[in-house]
């Protein structure tokens, strides 16, 4: 391995104070001024790129160092920013802080939906990463026990739209619950400090809070959306071959880590936070790398599950976005061309 290294406001701001300051490496840091460009994201030599927990094949890659070492004989430089969950890749991607982010397909629908200019280019993994979670003793063992009370989630995010889907499946409607809208490692401390009564969580956050004793009490991969690596249009229109580089450096990874889970885990570990075994459940135990790497049919079919979903609760205002997001925001064409073996190994 190379390395590169009301009652509840109250308790909410304490909640929001342990996130700050107690939370899992990373999970709640914001993106700072020094770390992304955002004066043209394909301009001047530079390839800005998001790592997160929850993708693990940015992290083999990162780690590695393989595109620093095939872009580099390019003059081209890899920035590596943080996404703290899929909205703010998402906000990062409208915004041209970063060429290529990592999201949960949902959000990638809701972005396209919603105007982003993005396209969905590799599907890194499918994850069971997100569950609903209460604490022991809490009174909360089934979806339905969640009428009247409040839950932590992530808007935008897989967690959020697997609360949707779950409420739903349940016969609650949304207004029935009060939905926080927290970062992921905000609503772990706000469930652990009792402001919330429940949290809509993602791994590698969920399993830790797992591991100390909470209870995943509702769990649906169906819910769960596949992991997308997404790019602007402009990055892929502008640098085909950058975009290709970073393709097959994925593609690369996934072989990678497939034939070295523990040493994945172990990197995930160490940028999370986490304990060692925590992070081998979250790799061994609820994350599949070894699915058809190329968007299609099998996310589009997930996708159109989830699409009404978002414009009963007025995410995206017309069910003609959706269809138009559906139409346009698969991008095979890097996939089918990948060559793992154009990425030298690390030395």
């Not at 190379?2 to 490496?25: D, E, N, Q, V, Y």
């Not at 070492?69 to 920013?81: M, R």
């Amino acid at each position: 391995m190379k390395p590169r290294s009301l009652f509840r406001t109250a308790a909410l701001a304490t909640a929001l104070s342990i996130g700050l300051t107690g939370c899992l490496a990373g999970e709640n840091a914001s993106t700072s001024a020094d770390t992304v460009a955002t004066d043209g994201a394909t301009e001047g030599g530079t390839l800005n790129i998001d790592f997160a927990t929850y993708n693990p094949l940015s992290l083999v890659i990162k780690e590695q160092g393989w595109l620093e070492d095939e872009l580099g004989k390019q003059d081209i430089t890899v920035n590596w920013v943080q996404s703290a969950g899929s909205n703010k890749a998402n906000e990062a991607l409208r915004a041209g802080a970063i060429d290529v982010g990592s999201t949960a397909g949902s959000a990638a629908l809701l972005a396209r939906s919603n105007g982003s200019p993005i396209k969905a280019i590799d599907i890194y993994s499918q994850p069971e990463w997100a569950a609903l979670v209460a604490l022991p003793g809490s009174g909360i063992e089934s979806v339905e026990d969640l009428r009247g009370k409040s839950v932590a989630a992530t808007k935008g995010t897989d967690p959020y739209f697997f609360l949707l889907q779950a409420l739903e499946s349940a016969g609650i409607d949304q207004s029935e619950v009060e939905v926080q809208n927290l970062q992921h490692a905000d609503g772990r401390a706000a469930l652990a400090s009792g402001a919330v009564d429940a949290w809509s969580g993602l791994d590698p956050i969920m399993a830790s809070a797992e591991q100390d004793g909470a209870e995943l009490f509702f769990r649906n991969i169906d819910f769960n959306t596949y992991g997308f690596l997404n790019a602007t249009e402009s990055f892929l229109e502008e640098k085909p071959d950058v975009a290709q580089t970073v393709v097959n450096a994925y593609e690369k990874a996934r072989e990678w880590a497939k034939a070295n889970p523990e040493e994945t885990a172990a990197i995930l570990a160490d940028v999370a936070g986490i304990d060692p075994a925590v992070a081998s459940a979250v790799i061994i135990d609820r994350t599949n790398l070894d699915v058809e790497p190329a968007p299609g049919d099998a996310q589009r079919t997930v996708l159109e599950k989830i699409g009404p979903v978002f414009v009963e609760t007025g995410d995206v205002a017309t069910q003609a976005q959706i269809d138009e997001a559906l139409d346009t925001l698969f991008d095979d064409s890097l996939v089918k061309r990948a060559d793992p073996a154009a990425i030298a190994a690390s030395s």
